[in-house]
Nanobody
Framework: QVQLVESGGDLVQPGGSLRLSCAASGRIVSINAMGWYRQAPGKQRELVATITSSGNTNYDDSVKGRFTISRDNAKNTVYLQMNRLKPEDPAVYYC???????????????WGKGTLVTVSS
């Protein structure tokens, strides 16, 4: 059984910063890409940022220059450093990992349960 557990969501003022973490655990053989998505009330889930196992990153235009995704392959953990948070950033942030497990050896997508980010003065 694979679990992705996010942490770090909080209430922050506009212009503030937060750091999200997501740790993958279980009988994992390898992890390919990891990423962060977000879903605001009444909206569809959208991509925030992704990072490959070799460190190549991709960002949505709305967060470029403000958010930084990184990962620690030894800890199966992905991070999202969010700076200069804006009123349009609040959402539930979900962690995603494309990984291969011992059980199936097939590459599949797994999701965390999400962590809430609120931006308000």
């Amino acid at each position: 059984q694979v679990q992705l557990v996010e942490s770090g969501g909080d209430l922050v003022q506009p212009g503030g910063s937060l750091r999200l973490s997501c740790a993958a655990s279980g009988r994992i053989v390898s992890i390919n890409a990891m990423g962060w998505y977000r879903q605001a009330p009444g909206k569809q889930r959208e991509l925030v940022a992704t990072i490959t196992s070799s460190g190549n990153t991709n960002y949505d235009d709305s967060v470029k220059g403000r958010f930084t995704i990184s990962r620690d392959n030894a800890k199966n953990t992905v991070y999202l450093q969010m700076n200069r948070l804006k009123p349009e950033d609040p959402a539930v942030y979900y962690c995603n990992a494309n990984l291969r497990t011992v059980a199936t050896m097939a590459r599949m997508d797994y999701w965390g349960k999400g962590t809430l980010v609120t931006v308000s003065s």
